[in-house]
């Protein structure tokens, strides 16, 4: 919260020069930045809105109408970051019970799931050759516990 504070200070601070949709920009960036929360994908989806109410700001200074798109925007895009965020959860117990319940599974694809889970958005260096092969591991055990549907032959 304290850096969204401090979007709000640098925002409304008038000591900085910069054009206001500069800082509109730099605010909309600073959302983008959220994982999940991808309002670039609402914008092109809504590319003629969009254009209609900038072109508006520009004209008429008409920032309320401006502000309520990007609100509605912010709000179904967050919408559908819950959702598949539920989904992703979800998705992770239901693997992770049938690594489990599966009498096959070992300490390291147990460790290795987890540590994926943790950290499925975060860019760190491990070793590949040997996530490769648990993951592998993992795959077979899953594909085999919930048959081959929905599932591709091998792994993706």
């Known amino acids: 919260m304290e850096t969204m ?26 959302f983008e930045t959220i994982p999940l929360l991808y309002l670039s994908l ?11 109410h900038l072109q508006s700001v520009r004209e008429t200074g008409n920032w309320e109408a401006w502000i309520t798109f990007f609100l509605e925007g912010v709000i179904k895009t967050a919408g559908q970051a819950v959702d598949t965020a539920r989904t992703v959860l979800n998705q992770f117990a239901v693997d992770q019970r049938t690594i489990a319940t599966s009498g096959r ?3 390291a694809i147990v460790t290795v799931f987890s540590y994926l889970q943790g950290h499925h958005n975060q860019h760190q260096v491990i070793n590949r050759t040997i996530v490769a092969h648990y993951l592998k591991s993992a795959y077979d055990l899953i594909r085999s516990k919930n048959g081959s549907r929905n599932h591709r032959k091998g792994p993706p």
Do not use: C, W
């Open 5 to 30: 504070g401090d979007l709000e200070l640098f925002l409304n601070d008038e000591s900085v020069t910069l054009p206001i949709l500069i800082k509109a920009a730099l605010a909309n960036v600073q």
């Open 42 to 52: 609402y914008f092109k989806t809504h590319r003629q809105p969009y254009y209609d």
């Open 105 to 107: 599974s070992t300490g």
